[in-house]
Protein backbone atom coordinates (compact mmCIF):
# COMPACT_ATOMS: atom_id res chain seq x y z
CA UNK A 1 0.00 0.00 0.00
CA UNK A 2 1.60 3.40 -1.04
CA UNK A 3 -0.16 7.24 -0.39
CA UNK A 4 0.95 10.06 -3.14
CA UNK A 5 1.52 13.42 -1.80
CA UNK A 6 1.82 16.42 -3.85
CA UNK A 7 5.07 17.68 -3.46
CA UNK A 8 4.42 20.88 -5.91
CA UNK A 9 1.73 22.35 -4.57
CA UNK A 10 0.05 24.90 -7.67
CA UNK A 11 -3.37 26.41 -8.88
CA UNK A 12 -2.19 24.16 -11.94
CA UNK A 13 -3.14 20.81 -11.79
CA UNK A 14 -1.26 20.09 -14.75
CA UNK A 15 2.24 20.89 -12.82
CA UNK A 16 1.46 18.55 -9.63
CA UNK A 17 4.16 16.46 -8.67
CA UNK A 18 2.54 12.93 -7.23
CA UNK A 19 5.46 11.34 -4.85
CA UNK A 20 5.17 9.05 -2.15
CA UNK A 21 4.07 10.73 1.28
CA UNK A 22 6.95 10.98 3.61
CA UNK A 23 5.05 12.87 6.81
CA UNK A 24 1.85 11.28 7.19
CA UNK A 25 2.16 10.63 10.44
CA UNK A 26 0.28 7.16 9.75
CA UNK A 27 0.98 4.35 7.71
CA UNK A 28 -0.93 4.03 4.16
CA UNK A 29 -2.24 1.00 4.88
CA UNK A 30 -4.23 2.49 8.06
CA UNK A 31 -5.02 5.51 6.51
CA UNK A 32 -6.51 3.57 3.59
CA UNK A 33 -8.44 1.33 6.69
CA UNK A 34 -9.63 3.96 7.93
CA UNK A 35 -10.67 5.86 5.15
CA UNK A 36 -13.03 2.88 4.40
CA UNK A 37 -15.92 3.00 7.30
CA UNK A 38 -14.44 5.42 9.79
CA UNK A 39 -17.00 8.27 8.47
CA UNK A 40 -17.29 9.95 5.05
CA UNK A 41 -15.34 13.32 5.44
CA UNK A 42 -13.14 12.62 8.89
CA UNK A 43 -9.77 11.92 7.49
CA UNK A 44 -9.59 13.93 3.97
CA UNK A 45 -11.52 15.33 0.95
CA UNK A 46 -12.49 12.64 -1.45
CA UNK A 47 -11.63 13.80 -5.15
CA UNK A 48 -12.44 10.93 -7.38
CA UNK A 49 -13.93 7.24 -6.81
CA UNK A 50 -14.01 4.26 -9.12
CA UNK A 51 -16.44 1.48 -8.86
CA UNK A 52 -16.01 -2.22 -10.29
CA UNK A 53 -19.27 -3.07 -12.10
CA UNK A 54 -20.58 -6.29 -13.36
CA UNK A 55 -23.81 -7.25 -15.21
CA UNK A 56 -27.02 -6.38 -14.10
CA UNK A 57 -29.57 -9.17 -13.47
CA UNK A 58 -33.23 -8.77 -13.87
CA UNK A 59 -34.98 -7.43 -10.63
CA UNK A 60 -38.21 -9.16 -9.70
CA UNK A 61 -40.57 -6.81 -7.51
CA UNK A 62 -42.64 -9.15 -4.71
CA UNK A 63 -45.16 -7.58 -2.70
CA UNK A 64 -46.12 -9.68 0.80
CA UNK A 65 -48.66 -8.27 3.58
CA UNK A 66 -52.33 -7.84 4.22
CA UNK A 67 -51.46 -4.11 3.14
CA UNK A 68 -52.09 -4.90 -0.32
CA UNK A 69 -55.43 -6.37 -0.28
CA UNK A 70 -56.40 -3.57 2.21
CA UNK A 71 -55.34 -0.74 -0.43
CA UNK A 72 -56.81 -1.84 -3.18
CA UNK A 73 -60.02 -2.15 -0.59
CA UNK A 74 -59.73 1.33 -0.01
CA UNK A 75 -59.66 2.41 -3.51
CA UNK A 76 -62.08 0.38 -4.76
CA UNK A 77 -59.81 -1.69 -6.84
CA UNK A 78 -60.97 -5.20 -6.12
CA UNK A 79 -63.56 -7.39 -7.62
CA UNK A 80 -66.24 -8.40 -5.62
CA UNK A 81 -64.95 -11.44 -4.74
CA UNK A 82 -61.67 -10.66 -3.40
CA UNK A 83 -63.81 -7.96 -1.34
CA UNK A 84 -65.94 -10.62 0.01
CA UNK A 85 -62.86 -12.72 1.17
CA UNK A 86 -60.89 -9.07 2.58
CA UNK A 87 -64.05 -8.77 4.60
CA UNK A 88 -64.32 -12.02 5.55
CA UNK A 89 -60.80 -11.84 7.01
CA UNK A 90 -60.88 -8.39 8.95
CA UNK A 91 -64.16 -9.71 10.27
CA UNK A 92 -62.63 -12.63 11.84
CA UNK A 93 -59.91 -10.81 13.64
CA UNK A 94 -62.40 -8.28 14.80
CA UNK A 95 -64.21 -11.15 16.30
CA UNK A 96 -61.16 -13.07 17.87
CA UNK A 97 -58.28 -10.91 18.84
CA UNK A 98 -55.80 -13.99 19.51
CA UNK A 99 -56.01 -14.61 15.43
CA UNK A 100 -54.83 -11.49 14.95
CA UNK A 101 -51.56 -11.40 17.09
CA UNK A 102 -51.03 -15.03 15.61
CA UNK A 103 -51.39 -13.56 12.32
CA UNK A 104 -48.84 -11.09 12.98
CA UNK A 105 -46.40 -12.97 14.76
CA UNK A 106 -46.33 -15.90 12.38
CA UNK A 107 -46.20 -13.08 9.34
CA UNK A 108 -43.10 -11.18 10.73
CA UNK A 109 -41.10 -14.80 11.58
CA UNK A 110 -42.11 -16.17 8.12
CA UNK A 111 -39.81 -12.74 6.88
CA UNK A 112 -37.32 -13.63 8.66
CA UNK A 113 -36.82 -17.14 8.13
CA UNK A 114 -37.27 -16.30 4.27
CA UNK A 115 -34.03 -14.05 4.50
CA UNK A 116 -31.91 -15.24 7.02
CA UNK A 117 -33.03 -18.87 7.97
CA UNK A 118 -34.45 -20.16 4.41
CA UNK A 119 -33.61 -23.71 5.43
CA UNK A 120 -36.48 -24.03 8.15
CA UNK A 121 -39.34 -23.20 5.51
CA UNK A 122 -38.43 -25.14 2.55
CA UNK A 123 -36.58 -22.09 0.64
CA UNK A 124 -32.96 -22.48 -1.47
CA UNK A 125 -29.94 -20.39 0.08
CA UNK A 126 -29.63 -19.05 -3.62
CA UNK A 127 -33.02 -18.08 -3.93
CA UNK A 128 -33.31 -16.08 -0.28
CA UNK A 129 -29.70 -14.60 -0.89
CA UNK A 130 -30.74 -13.00 -4.49
CA UNK A 131 -33.72 -10.71 -2.29
CA UNK A 132 -33.71 -8.03 -0.14
CA UNK A 133 -34.23 -4.33 0.54
CA UNK A 134 -33.59 -1.02 1.11
CA UNK A 135 -36.23 -0.23 3.44
CA UNK A 136 -37.43 -4.35 4.52
CA UNK A 137 -40.98 -4.04 6.33
CA UNK A 138 -41.94 -7.10 8.51
CA UNK A 139 -45.58 -5.49 9.55
CA UNK A 140 -48.58 -8.42 8.40
CA UNK A 141 -50.85 -5.23 8.31
CA UNK A 142 -48.68 -3.13 5.86
CA UNK A 143 -46.66 -3.53 2.86
CA UNK A 144 -43.32 -6.16 2.83
CA UNK A 145 -42.02 -5.39 -0.71
CA UNK A 146 -38.49 -7.59 -1.84
CA UNK A 147 -36.40 -7.29 -4.89
CA UNK A 148 -35.06 -10.07 -6.03
CA UNK A 149 -31.76 -10.21 -8.30
CA UNK A 150 -31.47 -12.62 -11.03
CA UNK A 151 -33.10 -14.52 -13.89
CA UNK A 152 -34.77 -17.20 -11.93
CA UNK A 153 -38.27 -15.69 -10.21
CA UNK A 154 -38.07 -15.98 -6.27
CA UNK A 155 -41.98 -16.01 -6.88
CA UNK A 156 -43.28 -19.68 -6.34
CA UNK A 157 -40.72 -20.73 -3.54
CA UNK A 158 -42.02 -18.06 -1.59
CA UNK A 159 -45.19 -18.83 -2.23
CA UNK A 160 -45.26 -22.13 -1.52
CA UNK A 161 -43.41 -21.83 1.60
CA UNK A 162 -46.14 -18.94 3.27
CA UNK A 163 -48.30 -21.83 2.12
CA UNK A 164 -46.93 -24.35 4.20
CA UNK A 165 -46.27 -22.00 6.84
CA UNK A 166 -49.81 -20.64 7.84
CA UNK A 167 -51.15 -23.73 7.30
CA UNK A 168 -48.72 -25.13 9.80
CA UNK A 169 -49.35 -22.58 11.91
CA UNK A 170 -51.16 -22.14 15.24
CA UNK A 171 -53.63 -19.81 13.62
CA UNK A 172 -54.66 -22.69 11.37
CA UNK A 173 -55.39 -24.93 14.13
CA UNK A 174 -57.68 -22.79 15.70
CA UNK A 175 -59.20 -21.33 12.32
CA UNK A 176 -58.18 -23.45 9.37
CA UNK A 177 -60.83 -21.41 7.29
CA UNK A 178 -59.00 -18.22 8.39
CA UNK A 179 -55.68 -19.96 6.73
CA UNK A 180 -56.71 -20.98 4.11
CA UNK A 181 -58.25 -17.08 3.07
CA UNK A 182 -54.32 -16.25 4.10
CA UNK A 183 -53.03 -18.50 1.28
CA UNK A 184 -50.34 -17.16 -1.06
CA UNK A 185 -53.01 -15.76 -3.47
CA UNK A 186 -53.79 -12.81 -1.34
CA UNK A 187 -50.96 -12.44 1.05
CA UNK A 188 -48.11 -12.95 -1.22
CA UNK A 189 -47.71 -11.29 -4.83
CA UNK A 190 -45.90 -10.89 -8.04
CA UNK A 191 -46.05 -7.90 -8.60
CA UNK A 192 -44.86 -8.36 -12.70
CA UNK A 193 -48.55 -9.61 -13.18
CA UNK A 194 -49.82 -6.09 -12.34
CA UNK A 195 -47.39 -4.59 -14.65
CA UNK A 196 -45.14 -3.34 -12.28
CA UNK A 197 -41.46 -5.14 -13.48
CA UNK A 198 -39.57 -6.93 -14.08
CA UNK A 199 -37.05 -4.27 -13.70
CA UNK A 200 -33.63 -4.15 -15.48
CA UNK A 201 -32.20 -2.03 -12.51
CA UNK A 202 -33.27 -0.34 -8.96
CA UNK A 203 -33.21 2.87 -10.89
CA UNK A 204 -36.04 1.61 -13.43
CA UNK A 205 -38.08 0.46 -10.27
CA UNK A 206 -37.26 3.93 -8.12
CA UNK A 207 -37.63 6.49 -10.30
CA UNK A 208 -41.44 6.16 -10.73
CA UNK A 209 -42.67 5.44 -7.44
CA UNK A 210 -40.58 8.64 -6.57
CA UNK A 211 -42.36 10.71 -9.30
CA UNK A 212 -45.76 9.43 -8.02
CA UNK A 213 -44.81 10.88 -4.61
CA UNK A 214 -43.03 14.41 -5.56
CA UNK A 215 -44.95 14.84 -8.88
CA UNK A 216 -44.44 17.95 -11.08
CA UNK A 217 -41.43 18.76 -8.95
CA UNK A 218 -39.25 15.86 -9.78
CA UNK A 219 -37.61 16.78 -12.84
CA UNK A 220 -36.58 20.04 -11.28
CA UNK A 221 -35.07 18.08 -8.44
CA UNK A 222 -33.59 15.28 -10.68
CA UNK A 223 -32.65 17.10 -14.03
CA UNK A 224 -30.64 13.44 -15.48
CA UNK A 225 -32.95 11.01 -16.35
CA UNK A 226 -32.02 7.32 -16.00
CA UNK A 227 -30.57 7.68 -12.65
CA UNK A 228 -31.07 6.52 -9.45
CA UNK A 229 -32.86 9.35 -7.44
CA UNK A 230 -31.39 10.38 -4.06
CA UNK A 231 -34.54 8.93 -1.39
CA UNK A 232 -35.40 10.74 0.82
CA UNK A 233 -34.29 14.03 -0.34
CA UNK A 234 -31.57 15.93 0.90
CA UNK A 235 -32.91 17.45 4.34
CA UNK A 236 -32.72 20.75 6.33
CA UNK A 237 -34.13 18.31 9.53
CA UNK A 238 -32.89 15.90 10.81
CA UNK A 239 -34.81 12.90 9.15
CA UNK A 240 -34.02 10.38 12.16
CA UNK A 241 -35.42 11.88 16.04
CA UNK A 242 -32.77 13.15 17.92
CA UNK A 243 -32.33 11.53 21.56
CA UNK A 244 -33.53 8.08 20.41
CA UNK A 245 -32.16 4.21 19.53
CA UNK A 246 -31.57 4.66 15.99
CA UNK A 247 -29.75 3.21 13.40
CA UNK A 248 -29.00 -0.18 15.57
CA UNK A 249 -28.16 -3.62 14.03
CA UNK A 250 -29.38 -7.18 14.41
CA UNK A 251 -26.79 -9.52 14.70
CA UNK A 252 -27.07 -12.06 11.98
CA UNK A 253 -26.60 -15.00 14.80
CA UNK A 254 -30.07 -13.57 16.26
CA UNK A 255 -32.31 -13.92 13.03
CA UNK A 256 -30.76 -17.12 12.78
CA UNK A 257 -32.01 -18.22 16.03
CA UNK A 258 -34.34 -21.28 16.99
CA UNK A 259 -34.36 -19.98 20.73
CA UNK A 260 -38.37 -18.75 21.68
CA UNK A 261 -37.48 -16.10 23.46
CA UNK A 262 -35.33 -14.85 20.91
CA UNK A 263 -37.62 -15.08 18.37
CA UNK A 264 -40.26 -13.40 20.48
CA UNK A 265 -38.00 -10.54 21.22
CA UNK A 266 -37.41 -10.57 16.77
CA UNK A 267 -41.14 -10.16 16.38
CA UNK A 268 -41.22 -7.19 19.04
CA UNK A 269 -38.63 -5.19 17.09
CA UNK A 270 -39.64 -5.84 13.36
CA UNK A 271 -43.16 -5.67 13.34
CA UNK A 272 -43.08 -2.43 14.73
CA UNK A 273 -39.81 -0.80 14.22
CA UNK A 274 -39.27 -2.16 10.79
CA UNK A 275 -35.72 -3.89 9.53
CA UNK A 276 -35.01 -1.06 6.92
CA UNK A 277 -31.20 -2.09 5.43
CA UNK A 278 -31.40 -5.94 5.07
CA UNK A 279 -27.50 -7.23 5.48
CA UNK A 280 -26.59 -10.22 6.28
CA UNK A 281 -25.31 -13.21 3.99
CA UNK A 282 -21.91 -13.80 3.42
CA UNK A 283 -21.06 -9.82 4.27
CA UNK A 284 -19.70 -10.82 7.73
CA UNK A 285 -16.69 -12.42 5.63
CA UNK A 286 -16.18 -10.42 2.42
CA UNK A 287 -13.60 -8.35 4.00
CA UNK A 288 -10.23 -7.88 3.44
CA UNK A 289 -9.48 -7.00 6.62
CA UNK A 290 -8.53 -3.51 5.60
CA UNK A 291 -11.77 -1.35 6.41
CA UNK A 292 -13.01 0.04 9.55
CA UNK A 293 -16.48 -1.63 9.12
CA UNK A 294 -18.18 -1.89 12.49
CA UNK A 295 -17.75 -5.47 14.27
CA UNK A 296 -21.26 -5.19 15.00
CA UNK A 297 -22.60 -3.68 10.96
CA UNK A 298 -20.15 -6.55 9.65
CA UNK A 299 -21.96 -9.47 11.41
CA UNK A 300 -25.41 -8.20 11.10
CA UNK A 301 -28.51 -9.27 9.44
CA UNK A 302 -30.46 -6.06 9.59
CA UNK A 303 -28.86 -3.04 9.99
CA UNK A 304 -30.24 1.11 10.51
CA UNK A 305 -33.14 0.14 12.64
CA UNK A 306 -34.95 2.63 14.78
CA UNK A 307 -35.89 0.84 17.63
CA UNK A 308 -37.45 3.54 19.76
CA UNK A 309 -41.06 3.01 18.77
CA UNK A 310 -40.59 -0.71 20.19
CA UNK A 311 -38.96 0.48 23.07
CA UNK A 312 -41.87 3.26 23.89
CA UNK A 313 -44.57 0.46 23.51
CA UNK A 314 -42.77 -2.05 25.57
CA UNK A 315 -40.57 -0.26 27.83
CA UNK A 316 -37.09 -0.43 28.87
CA UNK A 317 -36.95 -4.29 28.86
CA UNK A 318 -36.97 -4.94 25.37
CA UNK A 319 -33.89 -2.48 25.29
CA UNK A 320 -32.22 -4.21 27.75
CA UNK A 321 -32.96 -7.99 26.00
CA UNK A 322 -32.24 -6.62 22.58
CA UNK A 323 -28.83 -5.24 23.85
CA UNK A 324 -28.26 -8.51 26.06
CA UNK A 325 -28.66 -10.71 22.97
CA UNK A 326 -25.91 -8.41 21.19
CA UNK A 327 -23.48 -9.02 23.18
CA UNK A 328 -24.47 -12.87 23.39
CA UNK A 329 -23.75 -12.66 19.18
CA UNK A 330 -20.53 -10.79 19.52
CA UNK A 331 -17.44 -12.17 17.76
CA UNK A 332 -15.03 -13.42 21.05
CA UNK A 333 -11.83 -11.36 19.00
CA UNK A 334 -13.52 -8.07 19.47
CA UNK A 335 -12.27 -6.84 22.87
CA UNK A 336 -14.39 -4.36 25.04
CA UNK A 337 -17.48 -2.97 24.30
CA UNK A 338 -18.90 -4.02 20.99
CA UNK A 339 -21.19 -1.39 20.28
CA UNK A 340 -24.30 -1.76 17.93
CA UNK A 341 -25.10 1.10 16.18
CA UNK A 342 -24.84 1.73 11.87
CA UNK A 343 -23.33 4.99 10.86
CA UNK A 344 -25.03 5.74 7.71
CA UNK A 345 -28.55 6.81 9.60
CA UNK A 346 -27.24 7.51 12.87
CA UNK A 347 -29.24 10.32 14.21
CA UNK A 348 -28.36 13.60 15.91
CA UNK A 349 -28.01 13.30 19.86
CA UNK A 350 -28.46 9.53 19.95
CA UNK A 351 -28.93 8.04 22.93
CA UNK A 352 -26.29 5.86 24.31
CA UNK A 353 -25.73 3.27 27.36
CA UNK A 354 -23.84 3.20 30.63
CA UNK A 355 -20.32 1.74 31.28
CA UNK A 356 -21.30 0.34 34.50
CA UNK A 357 -23.97 -1.44 32.55
CA UNK A 358 -24.46 -1.93 29.42
CA UNK A 359 -27.51 -2.89 28.67
CA UNK A 360 -28.98 0.18 30.54
CA UNK A 361 -29.60 4.01 28.96
CA UNK A 362 -26.95 6.57 30.09
CA UNK A 363 -27.38 10.13 30.97
CA UNK A 364 -24.27 12.11 29.29
CA UNK A 365 -24.56 14.86 32.04
CA UNK A 366 -24.74 12.74 35.01
CA UNK A 367 -23.29 9.15 34.28
CA UNK A 368 -20.35 7.71 32.95
CA UNK A 369 -21.41 6.36 29.83
CA UNK A 370 -19.88 5.26 26.02
CA UNK A 371 -19.70 8.25 23.17
CA UNK A 372 -21.60 8.07 20.64
CA UNK A 373 -18.97 7.25 18.21
CA UNK A 374 -18.45 3.82 20.49
CA UNK A 375 -22.07 2.64 20.17
CA UNK A 376 -20.56 2.89 15.98
CA UNK A 377 -17.37 1.39 16.16
CA UNK A 378 -17.52 -0.34 19.45
CA UNK A 379 -14.05 0.51 22.01
CA UNK A 380 -11.61 -1.26 19.96
CA UNK A 381 -11.82 0.58 16.55
CA UNK A 382 -12.53 3.52 17.79
CA UNK A 383 -9.81 4.22 20.00
CA UNK A 384 -7.22 3.03 16.46
CA UNK A 385 -9.63 5.19 14.28
CA UNK A 386 -8.79 7.97 17.06
CA UNK A 387 -5.37 7.98 16.41
CA UNK A 388 -5.23 7.87 12.80
CA UNK A 389 -7.83 10.92 12.70
CA UNK A 390 -4.84 12.53 15.21
CA UNK A 391 -2.10 11.79 13.22
CA UNK A 392 -3.80 13.24 9.58
CA UNK A 393 -6.05 16.07 11.13
CA UNK A 394 -4.81 16.84 14.92
CA UNK A 395 -6.93 19.90 14.65
CA UNK A 396 -10.38 18.50 14.04
CA UNK A 397 -10.84 20.97 11.13
CA UNK A 398 -13.23 17.48 9.43
CA UNK A 399 -15.80 17.20 11.69
CA UNK A 400 -19.71 16.50 11.94
CA UNK A 401 -21.37 14.90 15.32
CA UNK A 402 -20.76 11.46 14.64
CA UNK A 403 -17.23 12.22 13.30
CA UNK A 404 -14.25 10.51 14.90
CA UNK A 405 -12.65 12.95 17.05
CA UNK A 406 -8.64 13.44 17.12
CA UNK A 407 -7.42 10.98 20.07
CA UNK A 408 -6.23 13.83 23.10
CA UNK A 409 -2.38 11.65 23.30
Not at 5 to 12: F, P, R
Not at 124 to 146: D, H, R, Y
Request: hydrophobic share 35%; with cysteine; proline share 5%.
Amino acid sequence: MTALCNSNVVANEDDWDWQPCTDLGVSPEDLWMALRGGGGGTYGITLSVKYQLFEQNPLQFLNLGLGFMSYGNQTGALDDKTKEIYETIVAKFKADGTLWEEARRTFTLFVVDFLFAPEKIGVSKEISLSCGFPATMFSFAGVTNLLCWGTESAFPEMSSAWNRTINGSELAKQDPELADLLSSKYIVFDMSSFGFGPYSNYGEYDIPFTKAIFGKSYDDIFPTTGVVPDYPLPNFTPSKTPKTYCSINLPLALLESDDDSERELLFKVLEISGGEHTTGGYVARLGDGMDSVSPSERSSGQSSIGIQSTIDKYGDDILNDYLAAVYKYTSDDVDGFPGFSELNHFCSEASIVSKTNWTESCDPEKDDCFSAQELIWGEELYAKLQDIKAAVDPDNLLDCYQCVKPSKE
